[in-house]
């Protein structure tokens, strides 16, 4: 079997605020194989945009702390300097960012963010550098590609600009795409119409992917495993068909019940909900942090974390009371 490209290790962050340190990401352990999507799955405030820019080095780390390690393709980026990972980024590892308008300069056209990120990592003259460009334009869809390479994205769609971010993410084939909530900005239809692109160009380039969204109905297409976040930590990890069909922890399951679904039309049923809210990154607290939520919480779920059970070799669930039928 073929190591893992990317291991993160324990990996924590703290953000400085005026009231104190806070932290975003706990502990948080996870492998991405060669050609594998992990996608990384739960509400708004679980860190999991926290995790996608420590991955890419884009935090300061000026106004927050990061422990834990971090290994691509063998390698320790572990205090990486920001010059080696300015040679890492694009070339190695490239991200997709939720809000596609506000991740592009807008004095720039769009010919020039891509001429600008080859030509930064690539010996390439710009002629062949803007035949490139058009042809990338084309691949991820956009029609007229020699006309939208000199419009700004002010005067794109939210649904193009999108497009002109996977075709930077992928101008350099990177061998990890991280994916941060790529379709939340979107219309419904252009949703799906995006998350087949992303799915073509993987295949296209053999990428391993980190795929980060609220929705499990959105991801479990595309995903080779889910990876459950609750409060800044991974409360379940498996297979796709594994948590989508036997999930082991009372949150899965509760994330699971609340997609819309095609029967619910019909018979008028309510959408299931999550009672109460997540807790605040600031709260701490001694046992599962689902606890409040959770119909089958006990005192002993109260009073001492859970640790991370083995099911199987490939299902894991952080849960005293671990759902019946998990594989």
């Known amino acids: 079997m073929a190591p893992?490209?990317?291991?993160?290790?324990?990996?924590?962050?703290?953000?400085?605020?005026?009231?104190?340190?806070?932290?975003?990401?706990r502990g948080v352990s996870f492998d991405i194989a060669p050609g594998e999507t992990l996608a990384l799955v739960g509400e708004s405030g679980c860190g999991k945009s926290t995790i996608a820019r420590t991955l890419?080095?884009?935090?300061?780390?000026?106004?927050?702390?990061?422990?834990?390690?971090?290994?691509?393709?063998g390698r320790d980026l572990t205090g990486l300097p920001s010059s080696e990972w300015r040679s890492l980024r694009g070339r190695e590892m490239a991200i997709l960012f939720q809000d596609p308008r506000g991740a592009l300069n807008p004095v720039l056209t769009v010919g020039a963010h891509l001429l600008e990120t080859m030509r930064?990592?690539?010996?390439?003259?710009?002629?062949?550098?803007?035949?490139?460009?058009?042809r990338l334009?084309?691949?991820?869809?956009?029609?007229?590609?020699?006309?939208?390479?000199?419009?700004?994205?002010?005067?794109?769609?939210?649904?193009?600009?999108?497009?002109?971010?996977?075709?930077?993410?992928?101008?350099?084939?990177?061998r990890l795409l991280v994916a941060d909530e790529p379709t939340s900005a979107l219309d419904t239809g252009i949703q799906q119409q995006v998350m087949?692109?992303?799915?073509?160009?993987?295949?296209?380039?053999a990428q391993s992917m980190l795929l980060i969204s609220?929705?499990?109905?959105?991801?479990?297409g595309l995903a080779d495993r889910i990876a459950v976040s609750y409060h800044g930590k991974i409360v379940e990890c498996a297979e796709?068909?594994?948590?989508?069909?036997?999930?082991?922890?009372?949150?899965?399951?509760?994330?699971?019940?609340?997609?819309p679904g095609m029967e619910r039309r019909h018979d008028h049923s309510?959408?299931?909900?999550?009672?109460?809210?997540?807790?605040?990154?600031?709260?701490?607290?001694?046992?599962?942090?689902?606890?409040?939520?959770?119909?089958?919480?006990?005192?002993?779920?109260?009073?001492?974390?859970?640790?991370?059970?083995?099911?199987?070799?490939?299902?894991?669930?952080?849960?005293?009371?671990?759902?019946?039928?998990?594989?």
Not at 56 to 73: A, K, N, P, T, V
């Open 120 to 134: 930064a990592h690539r010996r390439i003259s710009r002629r062949e550098a803007q035949a490139e460009a058009k």
């Open 137 to 174: 334009l084309g691949e991820v869809g956009i029609p007229d590609p020699g006309y939208h390479l000199g419009r700004y994205p002010s005067e794109l769609s939210t649904g193009l600009c999108q497009r002109v971010g996977l075709a930077l993410a992928i101008c350099l084939h990177p």
């Open 214 to 220: 609220h929705d499990l109905g959105l991801v479990a």
């Open 270 to 327: 309510p959408l299931s909900v999550i009672p109460g809210t997540p807790p605040g990154p600031e709260t701490e607290m001694p046992g599962c942090s689902f606890t409040p939520r959770c119909p089958l919480s006990d005192s002993r779920c109260a009073g001492s974390l859970p640790p991370m059970t083995h099911l199987s070799e490939t299902h894991h669930a952080a849960c005293f009371k671990p759902l019946g039928g998990a594989s």
């Open 196 to 205: 087949e692109l992303i799915r073509e160009m993987k295949r296209r380039y």
């Open 4 to 25: 893992p490209l990317l291991e993160v290790r324990d990996l924590s962050v703290r953000y400085s605020t005026p009231q104190g340190s806070v932290p975003a990401v």
């Open 240 to 259: 796709t068909r594994a948590i989508t069909r036997s999930p082991a922890h009372p949150y899965t399951r509760a994330l699971l019940d609340c997609r």
């Open 56 to 73: 890419l080095g884009l935090l300061d780390g000026r106004e927050c702390l990061i422990s834990g390690r971090i290994l691509f393709g």
